[in-house]
């Protein structure tokens, strides 16, 4: 038998001998370009929060160059600045409108509400809202003014025009310790608020006497007991019949609605 010659193709090698081919090899290479595109993106990413923040907090690109005020009829436009005591030049990202409004709460009692806002890329804005009046007690030779709420909120110096006067003559009231001052002012404000709009442009004074007493003094030595603060619409209805059907008169009583009575003429 002849023997293969030399170089001749032997056949595969043996399995697990020798090496694989080239191009069966895995290889390196693509794996250190997708890790230095990795490091390269975080590196891009990295820069770009660093130079955001700096834009942000530390160039001139977006600081506080003007506060603006809306929604203000009484206190002045610098008044509410000053309280918000926000400067200018203040990096606008770091202003802290949490605490702006707190300090504009705190130091105008005459605010009922109050929005910090950012007006990108200089400004901020705040937007209030008054209490408004409707009743005046006088003090001490001025007015305090007496919200819906009954909040007592700002003292003047002359009672704000077509506010009805608040008399309190509670001091021997009997139910005064049971619903106090707070409570009894409360439904003097909640009559006022009550009343027809006719009655409401002629009502002088509001007295306070009890819970259940309370009186309306209006233009020509009119007067209307009303009673206690309850069954309002009901009483304002009765009221403006009443008035109707008996113009002559100068004293009604609608403390109890479903029967108002008239004197006087």
């Known amino acids: 038998m002849a ?27 693509p794996r250190k370009l997708r890790l230095r595109a990795l490091l390269v993106l975080l590196a891009l990413a990295l820069g770009l929060m660093g130079f955001g923040a700096w834009a942000l907090y530390g160039s001139d690109w977006v600081l506080v160059e003007r506060v603006t005020v809306s929604g203000n009829e009484v206190l002045t436009e610098k008044q509410v600045r ?3 005591h926000i400067p200018v030049g203040t990096p606008l990202l770091s202003v802290d409108r949490a605490a702006a409004r707190h300090r504009l709460k ?17 400004g901020i804005g705040i937007e209030v809202t008054e209490r408004k009046p409707e009743l005046a007690m006088k003090h001490a030779g001025k007015f305090v ?11 003047v110096p002359e009672q704000p025009k077509g506010v009805p006067l608040l ?14 001052k707070e409570r009894l002012r ?26 259940d007493s309370i009186t309306l003094e209006l233009t ?7 009673g206690s603060g309850e069954l309002g619409r009901a009483k304002a209805t009765s009221l403006t019949a009443l008035m109707k059907a008996t113009k002559g008169a100068r004293h009604f009583d609608v403390s109890v609605p479903s029967a108002p009575a008239s004197s006087g003429s």
């Open 3 to 29: 023997r293969p010659q030399a170089g001749a193709d032997s056949g595969p090698p043996p399995s697990g001998s020798g090496r694989a081919p080239a191009r069966d090899r895995p290889t390196a290479r």
């Open 82 to 84: 000053d309280a918000a």
């Open 106 to 122: 705190t130091a105008l009692p005459r605010l009922d509400e109050a929005r910090v806002v950012r007006a990108w890329p200089h």
């Open 145 to 155: 003014e007496v919200d819906v709420e009954g909040v007592r909120f700002d003292v």
């Open 167 to 180: 008399v309190m003559e509670v001091e021997s009231s009997a139910g005064l310790r049971h619903f106090g």
């Open 186 to 211: 409360r439904e003097a404000v909640r009559v006022a608020t009550a009343l027809p709009e006719s009655v409401a442009r002629d009502t002088r004074t509001v007295r306070v006497r009890s819970y």
């Open 220 to 226: 020509g030595g009119r007067t209307v007991l009303w």
